[in-house]
């Protein structure tokens, strides 16, 4: 059996840094006014209600899948009011929190197809999902900012 | 002795998902028009250049300090032409290949101050060197897109 390779991150520790960024998302999406939410746009971009909606239907699902080995492709990706895109992302983050550790450890070195359909190292499709999540995120900055409103600090993830 | 932790990524591997990042930030870079790329702000943020120059004062400085325990903080933010920045982005991009696997593997897992200034796990601080670049280039994604300009592709990273 060859040693465990050496470690940039612990899945422990990418949880917890993931989850912070959940943090902060969950404050941008709470920073937009309920109408600009589901209707405010620039350069023909998306709302950041469907953005988030997209994330929604990233994050827990890659989390199921990697756990169970089943992939099952969301089919709300519509745009919801605040109220109910804040309901499915806390119900998100507290199952993440408890299937997240049902991964076994040597899954996230293997490569799969996600989804049965996107090829990759696990590491790096659970990374896509992180990473475009903030991508979006920093999108909702700019609408907020054109709204003349602050967005909350880049750095907190508390 | 304790046992290796788990691993969720290696540090090489780690870095070519950073690479791959960087390869799409520098598309992002090279797709603004040279005066938009210096001007063309939304909302009062900043321009896209300086927002680069910042990257560009984070990435090997980081992987930098890292490697040798010493830090230097870079005094040049303030923004660049297009071939300045670029220049300067493939330098970076190449010294940090270099300077990366200087870093001794157990380094990623202790608390440091980098800059003298920001304690932190050590991943911790090189991903948000790494979120950091993604958040502002979805930033330039928003700028490309009110400039009439469809950006590159977020998935690839060739």
């Known amino acids: 059996m060859p040693a465990e390779p050496t470690t940039f991150i612990t899945p422990d520790a990418l949880l917890a840094h993931w989850q912070g960024h959940r943090r902060l998302t969950r404050r941008v999406i709470d920073a937009f006014p309920e109408d600009q939410f589901l209707t405010f746009s620039l350069g023909g971009m998306r709302p950041f209600s469907t953005l988030a909606m997209e994330l929604v239907s990233m994050a827990l699902p890659m989390v199921q899948g990697l756990a169970s080995g089943e992939w099952t492709m969301p089919n709300n990706r519509e745009p919801q009011p605040k109220a109910e895109v804040l309901r499915l992302w806390d119900e998100a983050t507290s199952q993440m929190n408890e ?23 696990v590491h790096d499709l659970v990374l896509y999902v992180v990473d475009n999540e903030i991508h979006h995120r920093g999108q909702g900055y700019v609408y907020l900012r054109a709204l003349g409103i602050a967005p909350p600090a880049f750095y907190d993830r508390s």
């Open 99 to 121: 299937v997240w550790p049902q991964i076994p450890p040597q899954k996230f070195l293997e490569t799969i197809k996600a989804f049965g359909q996107w090829p990759g190292v």
